[in-house]
């Protein structure tokens, strides 16, 4: 995985604002998932995308920005869902089912 790449700024005249950027590239889902043992195993495929903050004061409230990412695969790293992660958003018992490759479509929501 390739480091974070971002650029921001903090003044403190007339109060304080501040802005950050951060673009993310290739991002390994493998690699995000197995720092969080609960959910190892669970996603895979790169990542790339950008989140962007900007704010005034100490307030959250006074934070905005937004984020997107979107998935894909490389030769090393195919996209796929786990039977476990998606019998865990359902609730249920999933069967005949194994890891299945992730629609881009559904990503783009």
Not at 5 to 18: A, D, E, H, P, R
Not at 25 to 47: E, H, R
Not at 66 to 74: I, M, P, S, V
Request: with cysteine; charged share 20%; net charge positive.
């Amino acid at each position: 995985m390739k480091a974070p790449v971002g650029k921001g700024f903090i003044t403190i005249q007339n109060g304080i604002l501040y802005r950050g950027d951060l673009l993310f590239n290739n991002l390994s889902l493998v690699q995000v998932c197995k720092a969080f043992p609960a959910i190892t195993g669970y996603l895979s495929g790169k990542v790339d995308g950008i989140v962007s903050v900007q704010g005034k004061n100490k307030q959250l409230s006074d934070m905005t920005g937004f984020t997107e990412f979107w998935a894909r695969e490389t030769a090393a790293e195919k996209m796929l869902v786990s039977k476990e992660f998606l019998q865990r958003l359902s609730g249920k018992k999933l069967s005949g089912f194994f890891s299945v490759p992730i629609d881009p479509m559904i990503m783009q929501v």
